[in-house]
């Protein structure tokens, strides 16, 4: 099987940085390009040709596109093959029962050697004790063959899995990704105050969605900072129910969300419903007598004094006037003596309608304003996945750099009214740590005897 092409193929490494390339590629393509836009947008945009060609390759919707879903899975299959092309010998190497010659052992590649006029038996306690001290390892293999006595130990062989540990995470992230492509879901939904639905609408193809439940919000508040009268923040309170039942109930502002079951509800935006009818200022110039007058909207209706009739026409958000917004705005239409005049009532500027020079100045004093909340509702069922997945990248990247395979050896052999000290160790990745461990083991014991 691994002498394949097919397997020589995906364990490549050079496959490995060709797809990573190509993903990079399409995730700056899904940055420079507006995504899930409408169509018409686009056509505007790139034109006839441009726009089929991108459509045809879904690149207004690049990350749940066949290209970039292939790529992902690409890679998932490429680390899969890597990873089992060697794992059987990092395992063995991982696993294995330690095993100790001490022909082997002397031929680690750092070594330190000295002698001290001490006895072989006097520096063995010391020797057990400097070389757990340095190394804290859990077994120490004493010996003695001839006249030398060997004090071994291994430790940090994990780290020969780190990187399978980083490949698995990958891996976990990859799958939560190709789940919540699949079966999870982007979607947005406004809600008036006081009402409820269960019907969202998809971001993607713009179809209605149906939930197992409803969504009420029951209340809606809204506060400006009082420097330039912008929203401060924004907050619905919302209940999910079910068969009458209430579920959950929680209040959601921006980046704090209500989550239920895989349902993750943001608090998106939010609107003012058009107002059903509006309490009026009414002031006779002549006169200087003011009358209030509560209108529906678009009913006509007789003023006071002779003033004539006013028809409420409809509400905006915001009205420009001479290149700056006058806020949320009323329009209306006064007939008098079979003369028509089309009025503004901006509500921030009650003053706004004695502009006309008429005999009459209206004015708005209050209105039934009732919000409309805008929610971002989302399903991501591999979130946990993606989780976990990144929390095993990290730790695998800790054990790769930061864990590192140490085998070290205390050899004493008695001569005569000496002892020769060797010690001898290797390590996978740090050979300056390992040197330097060494000296000072050699300190350590030196300090028992007298050097020669």
């Not at 004094?305 to 806020?327: M, P, R, V």
């Not at 290797?426 to 300090?447: F, P, R």
Request: with cysteine; charged share 25%.
């Amino acid at each position: 099987m691994k002498n394949t092409i097919f397997w020589k193929f995906f364990k490549s490494v050079k496959l490995s940085i060709v797809i990573f390339i190509a993903i990079s590629i399409l995730c700056m393509v899904g940055t420079l390009v507006p995504q899930l836009e409408k169509e018409r947008f686009y056509l505007l945009k790139y034109g006839d040709t441009l726009y089929s060609f991108f459509k045809f390759i879904n690149i207004f919707d690049i990350y749940h596109s066949y290209v970039f879903i292939s790529l992902v899975a690409l890679l998932a299959l490429n680390l899969i093959v890597c990873s089992l092309d060697k794992i059987k010998a990092s395992f063995k190497l991982a696993f294995k029962t330690v095993s100790f010659r001490a022909d082997k052992v002397k031929n680690y590649p750092i070594k330190v050697e000295f002698s001290a006029k001490e006895k072989t038996e006097n520096l063995k306690k010391v020797s057990k004790e400097v070389f757990n001290k340095f190394f804290k390892v859990k077994e120490i293999f004493q010996t003695d063959i001839g006249k030398s006595s060997y004090f071994f130990g291994d430790k940090g062989r994990i780290s020969y899995l780190g990187v399978y540990i980083v490949h698995f995470g990958i891996l976990l992230v990859i799958i939560g990704v190709l789940i919540d492509s699949i079966f999870g879901f982007e979607a947005f939904v406004e809600i008036k105050e006081g009402k409820g639905t269960n019907v969202v609408h998809l971001k993607k193809s713009k179809e209605k969605r149906k939930l197992d439940f409803y969504i009420f919000c029951k209340d809606f508040d809204l506060s400006f900072y009082e420097n330039d009268g912008t929203p401060k923040e924004y907050r619905s309170s919302l209940a999910l129910k079910k068969d009458d039942k209430i579920l959950i109930e929680k209040d959601i502002i921006v980046n704090s969300p209500l989550r239920y079951k895989g349902i993750n509800i943001f608090q998106s935006s939010y609107d003012i419903a058009e107002p059903k009818s509006v309490t009026l200022n009414i002031q006779n110039r002549d006169t200087g007598m003011t009358y209030n007058k509560t209108l529906k909207i678009n009913e006509e209706e007789k003023l006071p004094a002779d003033l004539g009739k006013l028809e409420i026409l409809g509400f905006t958000q915001s009205y420009k006037f001479a290149g700056h917004s006058l806020g949320p705005t009323f329009f209306a239409r006064l007939t008098k003596k079979e003369k028509q005049y089309e009025i503004v009532l901006p509500i921030s500027f009650p003053k706004f309608d004695s502009m006309r020079k008429r005999d009459t100045i209206i004015s708005v004093i209050n209105y039934d304003k009732t919000y409309i909340t805008g929610l971002q509702v989302t399903k991501e069922p591999g979130v946990f996945c993606i989780y976990f997945g990144f929390i095993l990248v990290i730790i695998g990247l800790f054990i790769s750099f930061f864990i590192t395979h140490n085998s070290f050896c205390i050899i004493l052999t008695e001569d005569g009214d000496k002892t020769n000290v060797l010690l001898c160790g290797k390590s996978n990745k740090n050979k300056i740590s390992m040197g330097l461990k060494l000296d000072k083991i050699k300190y350590e014991i030196l300090k028992s005897g007298e050097v020669i």
